[in-house]
């Protein structure tokens, strides 16, 4: 449902940007969800921003992507 409303949004918006700055932990099915975001804006051209200093595993892990 999540991924569904923001697939949606993005058709609409010139950049997608996620503050993460009050997160405190994510599971992989959250960074799996974030990744296919983040590919899908590439895919369509958009910009894509993850701001704040929220959980380091999201900065982790698609550092290591």
Known sequence: MLL???TKKIDKKKKVTLNIENTNEIDKNGLNAIEH???LASSKKK??????GGCKEIY???QLN
């Open 4 to 6: 569904n409303y923001f």
């Open 37 to 39: 975001l983040i590919n």
């Open 47 to 52: 910009n894509s921003y993850i701001v704040g």
């Open 60 to 62: 982790d892990h698609f």
